[in-house]
């Protein structure tokens, strides 16, 4: 496992639809470990998983660890929800940049909005029906250390 | 050597609510209203029914209840065409792309006059039923949509990080809110006229944070039709018109966000888009009289004005709140009171854009009058202004 796991008790309000490709995405993060695609032709990764590199459309890819480390490019919280989100309203929403220089957008789970470019972590959310994922601050400003050590 | 094209009429419904229930008894339907108007843009351009011969239409909402709507009208209108008759759609900038359908039939010599034109009806369905459909048009839906992202979401986010970077503050960017509703004052097309302070502004609930409920768009129904003709037509007719001077199109390859981290909030598409049409006008920011770009909430007014050379980086909120991008400012942005204030029929808002700057460049803008109006800027956009379509317009007396 690369990524702390935490638990949900309920279903996923829009679950994401799974392909050939994709599931094993979605099955690793079930299982706690973040990775993607990786180009064998030009060694970048992509994000989110595609079965060819949108760099230089070579379909010669493999599947590579992600690190689950980076920081807040900017984050929102939403209160005019779609039908399937309203009983989840308000929830806040945020954009990271990975530290191996891969933006995502996913959940921010934090009472407190952080500051922007705060250090974040990735952490795999376990739904009844499945998995998501989610960015969360790490607990203290200074993270140097803890960074370098895997997650206990 | 391409034709030069001209905007010689248009008609358009006030923007507003103008959809009925579907258990109405009595029904206000889309062929119905867009015909009205297609006969009414004609006698505004001064041009005969058998002149045209080509209808370039934005795709109706789902909601239309008539499909195939584009060939449904020229059925209805009784019109051959000898050019192309289509049904273009793109997100907010689908009016924009249809524009240029009937431009391009016409620059290709294909016919002399042209109609872009489209109607937008959604009122009547609810925003949260709206919303599913919505929040599927905008990010990845397997991959951004299961957080619950929204459209107008992403532009927070866009808020956000110009708060943060450039020092700004809500307030600069609620004042973008304050200006567009005087602005719309003054425009009987407009959805909301009744002036607000930035004190409503800021404490009307909150939608997506930092952005509250006037900084948002409204949802609209709206229509308009616009009557396109090749410069030689529009010049024989002996009225003023509006020429096309300078038109780019941009897109980064990327939609909401770059997966490559890159400046978000420096709009690269509109920058890009708009050095283009410059470049093909011939002209700079500051030759630019007025500007109507496709913003649907303040911080992306301000955002595009920086990238269309407007005001420097890190500026455009402070010049707005001091009263510049105002009418009788040094650059009036979006004197029609913009997409929170005229409103916001998504597919047909880049039409009436059109409409505001064939106003202006006409001198018949009323109240709202930009004085000695010559040369104006359009934008359209796809995404988080991922793509931008930019014109640049110019009054021929
Ligand atoms: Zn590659």
């Known amino acids: 496992m690369n990524l702390p796991v935490i638990s949900i008790g309920r279903k996923r309000s829009f679950p994401p639809r799974v392909t050939a490709h994709t599931e094993r ?19 970048k990764k992509t994000f989110p998983p595609k079965p060819f590199c949108p760099h230089c459309w070579s379909k010669d890819l493999t599947w590579a660890p ?72 790490l607990p203290h400003s200074s993270h140097l250390v803890s960074e370098l050590l895997p997650p206990s | 050597m391409p034709k030069a094209v001209a905007i010689l009429g248009a008609a358009a419904l006030p923007v507003g609510k103008w959809q009925t229930p579907s258990d109405s008894p009595t029904q206000l339907l889309e062929h119905e209203v867009l015909a009205s108007l297609v ?65 391009n039939e016409i620059r290709l010599g294909r016919t002399k006059v042209a109609l872009a034109l489209g109607i937008n009806f959604e009122t009547a369905t609810s925003a949260a039923e709206h919303m599913m459909r919505s929040m599927r048009t905008t ?94 037509v529009a010049r024989a007719s002996g009225r003023p018109y509006v020429r096309i001077r300078g038109r780019g199109f941009y897109h980064e390859g990327a939609h909401q966000i770059n997966e490559i ?22 002209v700079t920011p500051e030759d630019i009289d007025l500007a109507e770009v496709y913003a649907p909430c303040t911080i992306i007014e301000v955002l595009v004005s920086e990238a269309l050379g407007f005001a420097p980086r890190g500026k455009g909120a402070a010049m707005a709140k001091a009263g510049e991008t105002t009418l009788g400012g040094r650059i009036p942005i979006c ?28 001198n018949r803008a009323g109240q709202r009058q ?20 930019v014109h640049v317009f110019e009054a021929v007396q």
């Open chain 1, 25 to 43: 995405f979605w099955r690793s993060l079930e299982n706690g470990q973040f990775e993607t695609s990786q180009c064998n032709d030009c060694g």
């Open chain 1, 66 to 137: 992600l690190g689950r480390f980076g920081r807040l490019y900017s984050q929102t919280v939403i209160h005019a929800a779609p039908a399937v989100f309203r009983s989840e309203a308000p929830y806040r929403v945020c954009i990271v940049d990975l530290d191996e220089g891969l933006r995502l957008a996913t959940l921010l789970m934090a009472d407190q909005p952080p500051v922007l470019d705060a250090r974040l972590e990735i952490v795999a959310l376990r739904y009844l029906d499945g998995p998501l994922f989610a960015a969360r601050p």
């Open chain 2, 39 to 103: 006969v009414d843009a004609t006698r505004d351009g001064g041009v005969e029914r058998t002149d045209i011969g080509s209808l370039a239409f934005s795709l109706p909402r789902p909601y239309t209840q008539q499909k195939y709507f584009g060939t449904f009208m020229a059925n209805y209108l009784r019109l051959p065409c000898g050019a192309c008759v289509s049904e273009t759609m793109g997100n907010g900038m689908t009016a924009g792309l249809a524009f240029e359908a009937a431009c």
């Open chain 2, 139 to 232: 990010g990845d839906v397997d991959f951004h949509v299961p957080f619950g992202f929204t459209p107008i979401s992403w532009y927070a986010m866009d808020a956000a990080r110009y708060i943060h970077e450039f020092k700004s503050s809500r307030e600069e960017l609620a004042s973008v809110a304050v200006k567009n509703r005087r602005h719309a004052s003054l425009n009987p097309l407009a959805q909301f006229r009744k002036p607000i302070t930035l004190e409503e502004v800021l404490s009307q609930a909150p939608i997506v944070e930092p952005l509250g409920l006037y900084e948002v768009p409204p949802r609209s129904d709206g229509a308009v039709c616009l009557v396109l003709a090749d410069e030689d």
């Open chain 2, 261 to 282: 981290p890159n400046d978000m909030i420096a709009l690269l598409a509109a920058r890009t888009a708009g050095r283009s049409a410059y470049e093909e006008a011939g």
């Open chain 2, 335 to 362: 004197t029609s009171g913009g997409l929170q204030s005229r409103g916001h029929p998504a597919y047909v808002t880049p039409f009436y854009s059109f409409v505001e700057v064939m106003d202006q460049l006409r």
């Open chain 2, 370 to 389: 930009v004085q000695n109006a010559r040369l104006a800027v359009t934008s359209a956009e796809l995404g988080n202004y991922n793509a931008a379509l």
